[in-house]
């Protein structure tokens, strides 16, 4: 009809029966939210140019995931006498092959003895490999002595952090966490250790 004004059916269809103060109101949200999160990944230089784009991308280029390995294990009473339990303690070798540090984080694992699981726990590294270094560290796992002096297989995953502001940065969004399968253990009398990358 003559002087009735026609409805823009964009903002209609993108905020439904809201009104237009109400759909603008939200687009205000929403443009807010995405520049502060663009915002944050220029800060960590995400995009090349003047903030040393060049500099971050040749870091994740050159970057070789740290080698790890089971090097040895051995079986302990626990601590309380008589409890029918032992420590059983599988030791790792981290090889750093950067020359920047590589932190290590989260360590799942768990251990099974003859096929059957016997333990399972999560703990958290807080050590760091050394640029071009080496560093041990241990995992212990409480089972009964019984099931102790059998064959006993490791399997664990070690969360690590990449050196550099934008790995850094999406590690701590949990968009990219890469990690290391460490698998180790003794097998009839004769260690049998292997490690494989983890694909993310």
């Known amino acids: 009809m003559r002087g009735m004004r026609k409805r823009r059916p964009g903002r209609a269809i993108l905020c439904g029966m809201r009104s237009e103060r109400s759909c603008f109101e939200m687009m205000s949200v929403m443009t807010g939210l995405m520049t502060g999160l663009m915002t944050g990944l220029l800060g960590a230089g995400v995009v090349a140019g003047g903030l040393g784009g060049c500099s971050i991308v040749r870091e994740a280029t050159n970057f070789e995931p740290p080698a790890m390995e089971v090097v040895s294990v051995r ?3 626990a601590e309380s006498a008589g409890n029918g339990l032992s420590v059983v303690r599988f030791e790792v070798l981290a090889q750093n092959p950067n020359k920047q540090a590589v932190p290590l984080e989260d360590i799942a694992y768990s251990v099974s003895a003859n096929g059957t ?34 064959e006993l297989t490791l399997a664990s995953v070690v969360s690590y952090r990449k050196p550099g502001a934008l790995a850094d940065t999406l590690y701590g969004l949990d968009l990219v966490k890469p990690s290391r399968e460490v698998k180790g253990g003794v097998r009839g009398g004769v260690p049998e250790y292997r490690s494989t990358e983890v694909p993310k």
């Open 117 to 150: 699981s016997v333990f399972s726990g999560v703990r958290s590294a807080q050590r760091t490999i050394p640029p071009y270094g080496v560093m041990r560290f241990e995992l212990p796992a409480t089972v009964a002595s019984e099931v102790a002096s059998g």
């Open 75 to 77: 079986v302990e009473p």
